[in-house]
């Protein structure tokens, strides 16, 4: 379940899922205290084109200040939905 991802995003979803969404991060409602993998999706499908980017980038940024490491960002055409793809340090 990505588009909307309407689930409420508690770290055992962001655990179950591996993803946690952009807008989680940037308004500091996610919890990746215990997530318990060195790699995790962060999934952007807000705004147009390159607005999803700029969130996607600025989430990564985010997590950067808590020892996560940005190591792709990719767009699927088929979804239209932008990853960022953090690997923990």
Known sequence: M????????????????RMVTARAVLQGQADLRTYPYRLLAVVSHHGLGGDKVSEAVAAAEVLGQFGWDLVNVSEFASNKIVYAFMRKR
């Open 2 to 17: 990505v588009p909307g991802m309407t689930a409420a995003e508690t770290p055992e979803h962001i655990t179950r899922t």
